[in-house]
């Protein structure tokens, strides 16, 4: 497993994501391809070494080979047919199911909370800095309020209601730990095996796919990226 760090530079400002850790500079670690159960495990060092002071605040960036994970609160209605051959993979994250691939861009924020107890305000925050990125990249999206009693409405929608952003996140001893996935270019149909997210009838998407509908050109993997980590990297 490759990685690239670099740090970003520390804000003087604490508004936001950047008000939510509790301080410090925030590393980015960029990889490519990373097995599912091999990034897990690096994942949770991480997590172990910020909670003993011994890492600053990261934020992983990677894609994994074709995977679904499943959430604590996952039935088994909502799983897909073994028969697709695709893994399955139980996490300790928030959320129910989602479906990883190479076309897809992951990003783990390995944060020291300020408030430990404000996950719902970090997975806003998530959401916001995720809506910027997907507005330069000409897509007009936002993040939704959760109806009492109605399905998690966590990540982000375009304008006209599909998903493009999937977030789960999992906090222990005041830090964060999974986090967010974005379709770049991926195949619509492994969706489609499973109830994603717990929403049977929700359509998911891609920023290749949108920017089509938009009449605009298909973008790279690596293009993506590079606004995710800068915004990262401007409110973080």
């Given at each position: 497993m490759s990685l690239t760090t670099s740090h970003g530079e520390p804000g003087t400002a604490r508004t936001?994501?950047?008000?939510?850790?509790?301080?410090?500079?925030?590393?980015?670690?960029?990889?490519?391809?990373?097995?599912?159960?091999?990034?897990?495990?690096?994942?949770?060092?991480?997590?172990?070494?910020?909670?003993?002071?011994?890492?600053?605040?990261?934020?992983?960036?990677?894609?994994?080979?074709?995977?679904?994970?499943?959430?604590?609160?996952?039935?088994?209605?909502?799983?897909?047919?073994p028969a697709h051959g695709i893994p399955v993979v139980e996490v300790r994250r928030g959320g129910k199911l989602t479906y990883h691939s190479p076309e897809q861009i992951v990003g783990y924020p390995i944060l020291k909370l300020a408030d430990p107890r404000d996950v719902v305000g970090l997975l806003r925050?998530?959401?916001?800095?995720?809506?910027?990125?997907?507005?330069?990249?000409?897509?007009?999206?936002?993040?939704?309020?959760?109806?009492?009693?109605?399905?998690?409405?966590t990540g982000v929608w375009t304008a006209e209601g599909r998903k493009i952003v999937s977030l789960g996140m999992h906090i222990s001893r005041g830090v964060s730990a999974h986090g967010f996935?974005?379709?770049?270019?991926?195949?619509?149909?492994?969706?489609?095996?499973?109830v994603p997210c717990?929403?049977?009838?929700?359509?998911?998407?891609?920023?290749?796919?949108e920017r089509e509908r938009r009449g605009l050109a298909p973008v790279t993997q690596a293009e993506v990226r590079r606004l995710i980590v800068g915004a990262w990297r401007r409110e973080a």
């Open positions: 936001g994501l950047r008000a939510r850790r509790e301080g410090g500079p925030l590393r980015v670690v960029e990889s490519e391809l990373v097995d599912y159960a091999e990034a897990v495990a690096a994942m949770e060092q991480m997590v172990r070494d910020r909670q003993a002071g011994a890492a600053d605040d990261t934020l992983w960036i990677l894609s994994h080979p074709r995977t679904y994970t499943v959430g604590r609160r996952t039935p088994p209605e909502e799983r897909p047919d925050d998530i959401e916001n800095l995720l809506v910027g990125v997907l507005g330069e990249l000409g897509i007009e999206a936002e993040r939704r309020d959760t109806p009492p009693g109605g399905p998690l409405l996935s974005m379709d770049v270019d991926a195949d619509p149909a492994p969706w489609t095996w499973a717990g929403m049977p009838d929700v359509e998911m998407t891609s920023v290749c796919r």
